[in-house]
Every structure is written in C-alpha cells, then in structure tokens.
C-alpha cells in the first residue's frame, strides 16, 4: 500500500502528465463547445461539467474528458474525448460538452492562472489547481472505475495546494 508521501508524489506526476497533454487533446477536432454555447446557459444533451471551488478569475480553466480507462491510468491525455479552455471565474464555471452523449467519462481539469497551458509546478507541488471526477479529497488519485460516470451533470472540486 502506498504512503502518503508515493500518492501525492502519483498525483503530481499524474497533473504534469496531463499539463503536457493539454495542448494535444486540443486539437481534437469538435471536442468543445464555443464560447456563446457556454454563455447561454441552455440544457443540451451531452455531458456539463461544472468546477466548483475556483480562486480568483487569473488565466483559464482547462477541462479534459477521457472515456478510454486505459489511456485514462496510463495518463495518455492526447486520447481525450473532449478539451475545453474557459475563462477562469471566481467560484465556479460550466463546461458542456453537447457531442458527448450517453458514455460512460472521467473528467479531469486544471486552472490554467498563467494561460501557458501546462499546470506549472515548484518541485513536485503544482502552484495551480487541479480537479479529477471522483477524487474524494486533493490528494486522492481515483482509478478510472470510480472517476468515471454515466451523468450527464457533473461536479468538481478543484484543489490548491500552495
């Protein structure tokens, strides 16, 4: 069994893994909704996504969705299903992902303060944000098992831990 020392040193790898996939799951063609979409506020089929627990409106919230257990454990993020970038918001902010409908998804996102795209990190303690979908506290790594959910309405809370 792990210490607490070796699952807090897998959740830091496991954000700097996902910060350096960022970029790539971008390109995912269709994978997010515009702007305006975000702004309207309508119910839509597919998968909303809200992060709760924001600190300050610096930067942008990046919210990555993976369906793949696999690409999900081995921490491959350029296989997620949907990426969206959203301007950060004191409290919380809305990802809807109207294409993602009906799968079973675990949702991972970051707060990108500095909108260089990566979860920026002193040693091994990142120094922005992190959120990952059935993640009881923030040291908590989930397997995807747990993570992963057939809700179409989720909740995150993300985590700062410096």
């Known amino acids: 069994m792990p210490n607490h020392r070796q699952r807090l040193a897998a959740v830091f790898i496991s954000a700097a893994i ?30 909303s996504v809200t992060v709760k627990n924001i600190r300050n409106t610096r930067g942008q919230v990046i919210v990555l969705v993976m369906e793949d257990a696999h690409a999900y454990q081995s921490g491959n993020y350029e ?3 949907g990426y969206l ?39 091994e303690i990142p120094v922005e944000g ?9 040291y908590d790594e989930p397997p995807f098992q747990r993570a992963a959910s057939k809700d179409p309405t989720r909740t995150i809370k993300m985590h700062y831990l410096k």
């Open 18 to 47: 996902l910060a350096g996939g960022a970029w790539a799951a971008s390109l995912v063609p269709g994978a997010g909704a515009s702007a305006d979409e975000l702004r309207t506020g309508e119910t839509r089929q597919g998968l």
């Open 130 to 138: 992190y959120a990952l979908s059935g993640a009881r506290d923030a």
């Open 85 to 123: 970038e959203i301007p950060a918001s004191t409290g919380s902010v809305r990802a809807d992902f109207p294409e993602l409908a009906g799968g079973r998804y675990a949702v991972i996102a970051f707060h990108d303060e500095n909108r260089n795209r990566d979860l920026d990190l002193e040693g």
């Open 79 to 81: 296989a997620a299903v």
